[in-house]
């Protein structure tokens, strides 16, 4: 049986059942008793060690009637209406700003062609390696023109421990070349300039603008972000949490533009503490009452 049509036959159910015995109020606790037993779970065959979260809440968070849970089941299905899906979105950024007010970029820069150095690392690397290797790179290569005349060879040398170092180091030096010869050495502040660079696509373009040029042009979607968004039910034309187009489009309908970048720093981190992709915490996450995905 589809499982979003059995869970709509168990609310139905329990919402019946507790009407009889209740007169006529289903009470928080039964609710959610018979919530856990039909647990919702968004199909996801694309990401290693996706799954919906398990375990009960705590934390005091409210359980939800069986109109809030009819409401996260069609979050899941897709049928929810774009109204309700932009509220709990609001909720949820509401949530981020009081647990994650000071949230930013973790890569440490001086400048916006550090960051977009930085950035370019960070691909399959940990944040704490990337900073622990720039210090030493921008010591030696401190501009673009620098980094551009560099051996590549040296340069592979610099950033070996992040990975990936020859194709990175034809990123960085792709890069800055560019930036030499079109913009005067300086970093372009806007999206048709930064993606004109080599190596240089959306995303990196999103971390660049919103952190260093405080312009809001769009959310970064990287790894935890797409996670996210996929068990909030925030997306509903991407195929997977790896989407990173289609999540980025349906997350722009739902927040307001001058909260895309802090959106996409809390969630990062939130990704990071709270809801890990193979064992999600949502006992902890102040979020779990409005989550589809949460039990």
Request: charged content about 25%; overall charge positive.
């Amino acid at each position: 049986m589809n499982q979003h049509r059995f869970l709509k036959r168990s609310l139905a159910a329990a919402g019946g059942a507790l009407k009889g015995a209740g007169g006529g109020k289903a009470s928080a606790e039964s609710v959610s008793k018979h919530r856990r037993a039909a647990v919702v779970r968004r199909p996801s065959g694309a990401e290693e060690g996706e799954a919906a979260c398990r375990g009960r809440r705590g934390g005091g968070s409210a359980s939800p009637t069986i109109k809030e849970a009819q409401s996260l089941s069609n979050s899941c299905s897709g049928s929810e209406p774009t109204a309700e899906r932009r509220r709990r979105a609001q909720k949820l950024l509401a949530g981020l700003k009081k647990t994650y007010p000071e949230a930013n970029c973790a890569l440490e820069h001086k400048g916006a062609l550090e960051l977009l150095v930085s950035t370019i690392l960070s691909a399959q690397c940990t944040d704490s390696m990337v900073n622990r290797v720039t210090p030493g790179l921008f010591k030696r290569y401190p501009d673009a023109k620098a980094l551009a005349a560099a051996r590549a060879e040296d340069l592979e040398r610099e950033i070996h421990s992040t990975g990936f170092f020859r194709q990175k180091t034809r990123s960085i030096q792709g890069a800055c070349r560019k930036i030499v010869e079109s913009f005067g050495g300086s970093v372009p502040d806007t999206m048709e300039g930064l993606t004109s660079l080599p190596g240089v696509a959306r995303k990196t373009a999103n971390v660049i603008l919103g952190t260093w040029f405080r312009k809001n042009e769009g959310i970064v979607v990287d790894t935890h972000v797409g996670r996210l968004a996929f068990r909030l039910g925030l997306t509903w034309s991407a195929r997977d949490p790896k989407d990173a187009v289609k999540i980025e489009e349906d997350l722009l309908k739902l927040l307001p533009r001058e909260d895309w970048t802090f959106f996409g720093h809390a969630m990062i981190l939130h990704g990071r503490r709270i809801c890990g992709a193979k064992k999600p915490d949502c006992a902890a996450c102040p979020y779990a009452v409005f989550c589809p995905s949460a039990v």
